[in-house]
């Protein structure tokens, strides 16, 4: 579910589940397992990428929807820990954007030190009440400090999805470039910071960043009972399961 390149320094994980790189949990707990073993293994950094096309489309809503509370409990955990785990890692991690971004994919985005998007007809942007979830105060804590605290309101209410200019314009994504150039440029600006002073650095980044630790270390297990209260709410279920049946007749008036 996770292919590696070595870059020097930098070591780059690309989300290799297909087709969309939907978030179950297999995936998450890869992905927290190669963060760590990157970690461990001594990486100056991270990039996360995705196949040309999509970096994330998400949460896997089919396959969650087959979960019982316990099972999907155990998700949620795993699922803020991966967040923290990008949110407030010991060494920066930047997120390159290969397509399609929303909800999940956004939501780890937002964590990672610096975004860069492709050019195209994609879209990006934590439009989690489209299927009928509150935004958790912490993730929108965290899209606070990136677009600020007016634009974080207006994205997360709206569970606006946006184009990559919009999202540059509103500071979601840090570049927009051609395909070509998203891990390329990803790997620029982070080959920039880990060549300077690290001391230095670290001791400003951590400082900077954070927002993100008192954001995350207010998670606990009544923010997971919350989620899945709404979870399981017949207004989310009709919402998301209605999606489901939308997105499976898509698939099969496709030639």
Not at 21 to 37: I, K, Q, T
Not at 166 to 184: F, I, K
């Amino acid at each position: 579910m996770i292919s590696v390149v070595e870059h020097g320094r930098v070591r780059e994980l690309s989300l290799a589940r297909r087709p969309v790189n939907a978030l179950n949990p297999e995936l998450v707990a890869a992905l927290r397992s190669h963060l760590c073993e990157a970690r461990r293994d001594g990486c100056g950094a991270i990039v996360l990428s995705g196949r040309p096309g999509c970096f994330s489309a998400g949460l896997d809503v089919p396959e969650l929807l087959r979960l019982d509370r316990t099972q999907l409990r155990a998700m949620w955990q795993d699922f803020f820990a991966l967040l923290a785990d990008v949110a407030t890692s010991e060494i920066p991690i930047g997120a390159a954007l290969t397509g399609h971004s929303p909800a999940g994919g956004a939501v780890i985005a937002i964590c990672s030190d610096y975004r860069v998007l492709a050019e195209g007809d994609f879209l990006i942007g934590l439009n989690e009440v489209e299927v009928g979830l509150p935004l958790p105060e912490v993730l929108h804590r965290v899209l606070g400090h990136v677009v600020g605290a007016r634009t974080a309101e207006r994205l997360a209410v709206t569970g606006a999805l946006l184009k990559p200019p919009e999202a540059l314009r509103c500071g979601l994504v840090d570049e927009v470039v051609p395909m070509a150039e998203v891990v390329p440029r990803t790997l620029a600006w982070l080959n920039r910071v880990v060549a300077t002073a690290p001391a230095a650095v670290a001791f400003t980044r951590r400082q900077a960043r954070q927002p993100l630790f008192d954001a995350f270390a207010t998670v606990d297990g009544a923010l997971v009972e919350r989620m899945l209260d709404a979870w399981f709410s017949s207004e989310t279920q009709g919402t998301m399961r209605a999606l489901v049946a939308r997105l499976d007749r898509d698939r099969a008036s496709r030639p």
